[in-house]
């Protein structure tokens, strides 16, 4: 496949990218007063609104051109469908399978995965429920107070983002931490005042082969 920047269509990005570049978002508005309307999207409670960009209808056209032209369609089907589409380490790319529903079917190597992801899930609500709960204790018989998550990347971004997001929810009694440095200071801090027969250490990697872990 030849360089993305040498497509027709990134080519007519550069192009149109001089037409409006000095266009306000006070012209765009003016010029099209349907321009919310046409420019946001809604799924359940969440609204995704990018009138508020310089672009417009060739925009958006022209965006797609970009997208067909990269194989961005083929390499969706490819990765729902669960072909190994990360050729780096040869496998497929399940993000999809994680949130497919139970009647969803995703293949790898011709086995159907959505049930061995639905019961590690299932196994999961069961273990969380049981730490919050305090059943699931620790060595010395104690609940548990506090918990170390142990990732970088995605396995430190997602559930930073959750456990902020749902603070609110937090039980007072159970507190959560991140370690996603590969310094031995962020460790070190972080254990500073816990309690090893309270504490329960997540390690989060999808490969264990990075550092941290």
């Known amino acids: 496949m030849a360089s993305l920047v040498q497509s027709s269509a990134w080519q007519a990005l550069v192009h149109h990218h001089?037409?409006?570049?000095?266009?306000?978002?006070?012209?765009?508005?003016?010029?099209?007063?349907?321009?919310?309307?046409k420019m946001h999207l809604e799924v359940g409670p969440i609204l995704?609104?990018?009138a508020k960009n310089?672009?417009?209808?060739?925009?958006?056209?022209?965006?797609?051109?970009?997208?067909r032209q990269a194989g961005v369609e083929r390499l969706r089907d490819r990765m729902f469908a669960g072909e190994k589409i990360n050729v780096t380490e040869n496998r497929a790319v399940l993000h999809t399978a994680l949130r497919a529903p139970k009647s969803a079917q995703v293949l790898v190597d011709g086995e159907d995965v959505v049930p061995h992801v639905h019961a590690v899930l299932?196994?999961?609500?069961?273990?969380?429920?049981?730490?919050?709960?305090?059943?699931?204790?620790?060595?010395?018989?104690?609940?548990i107070t506090d918990v170390v998550n142990l990732g970088i990347g995605g396995s430190d971004l997602g559930p930073v983002m959750v456990t902020e997001a749902l603070r609110y929810l937090q039980r007072p009694n159970l507190r959560v931490h991140f370690v996603s440095n590969v310094d031995g200071t962020h460790l070190a801090e972080t254990l500073r005042g816990l309690h090893a027969d309270t504490t329960l250490f997540v390690i989060a990697s999808k490969t264990f082969t990075t550092q941290e872990t």
Do not use: C, E
């Open 122 to 143: 299932a196994q999961m609500r069961r273990f969380s429920d049981a730490v919050r709960s305090g059943t699931w204790r620790g060595h010395t018989g104690k609940a």
């Open 18 to 37: 001089a037409t409006i570049r000095s266009v306000t978002m006070r012209d765009l508005f003016a010029q099209d007063p349907r321009r919310f309307d």
């Open 48 to 50: 995704l609104d990018y």
């Open 54 to 67: 310089r672009i417009n209808d060739d925009t958006v056209s022209l965006l797609l051109q970009l997208a």
